[in-house]
């Protein structure tokens, strides 16, 4: 990580092209092929995604851009496919600085137990697939400047059984929390106000959802929990009108269900004729 480092920064102070940076870089050193492999992945993920993750500190911070050091702009992010695939990669601490995780970052790392972020966290965004597959990932205590979680962002990850979403959160992307069996209950913020396409798609055994009428967008099959999981029943709706999207969304589901279940049943009920007329 810090070969990566020194290598945004020649490319920046002294304007040498990327991959000429990196290639002259990588023979001198003595790194193993993955830690290679690793290091290619950092710069090039943060280039690509350079302009993004100024914009977003800019945002936050303080400070201008313009006048923070080279090398305080370089580590305030996490490139594309940063981790992508790291086995043995257990635990992770991010710094306070960490404004965004992109795509793919953390994907595939099948022994990361726990995601743990400074006391501060200036983080806003999570990309696609940031953690998908980290069928381990148990602990993550998502911070109070988030504001969106991209597509298939904790897709499978199976080990979840709790997700505190912050009040500042407003779009959950398509499929984000699909697959997530350890789920029971989810509560959606207030601040939400888009929830893609089968965001929490066959996560059979959550029995209970906190909606609000502020939900200005749900997308098709956001609430397909899988089998034996009756929509009506898990979403709470003290505090929704019928007239409202939500009321309304949520009416045209159950609608679905009950004739779903009809359909069903009359299903059964022909096949054991026919059985019983065959017999």
């Known amino acids: 990580r810090a070969l990566a480092l020194q290598i945004l920064n020649k490319t920046d102070s002294a304007g040498q092209y990327t991959n000429l940076a ?5 023979k001198k050193s003595n ?15 943060v280039t690509e995604r350079r302009l993004t993750l100024d914009y977003m500190a800019d945002a936050l911070s303080s400070r201008p851009m313009e006048t923070l050091d080279g090398t305080v702009r370089r580590v305030i992010g996490i490139g594309k496919e940063a981790f992508y695939g790291l086995s043995s990669l257990t635990k992770v601490t991010l710094p306070a600085s960490i404004v965004s995780i992109a795509d793919f970052a953390f994907a595939d790392c099948p022994s990361l137990e726990e995601v743990v972020l400074g006391e501060g966290s200036a983080l ?6 940031a953690f998908s597959g980290c069928v381990s990932l148990a602990t993550f205590q998502l911070n109070d400047r988030l504001v969106s979680i991209g597509e298939f962002a904790f897709e499978k990850c199976g080990a979840l059984t709790s997700v505190s979403l912050p009040e500042t959160l407003t779009s959950i992307g398509r499929g984000a929390f699909g697959k997530c069996y350890g789920l029971t209950r989810m ?13 929490f798609y066959d996560c059979k055994n959550v029995t209970v959802i906190t909606l609000h009428e502020e939900i200005k967008s749900i ?3 956001a609430f397909l929990l899988g ?7 898990a979403i709470d709706m003290t505090d ?6 939500v009321g309304k969304y949520v009416d045209a589901m159950t609608k679905a269900e009950e004739t779903e279940t009809e359909v069903e049943t009359e299903t059964e009920v022909e096949s054991e ?4 007329t065959a017999a």
């Open 227 to 233: 089998d034996g999981t009756n929509l009506k029943d």
């Open 31 to 45: 790194l193993s092929a993955p830690d290679k492999a690793l290091v290619t992945i950092l710069v090039y993920g």
């Open 124 to 129: 806003t965004s999570i990309g696609r697939f």
């Open 22 to 26: 990196l290639d002259a870089a990588l």
């Open 187 to 199: 509560d959606l913020p207030v601040s939400l106000r888009t929830v893609g396409d089968m965001a």
């Open 273 to 276: 004729t026919e059985a019983e």
């Open 240 to 245: 929704i009108s019928a007239d409202s999207y």
């Open 219 to 221: 997308g098709a099959h």
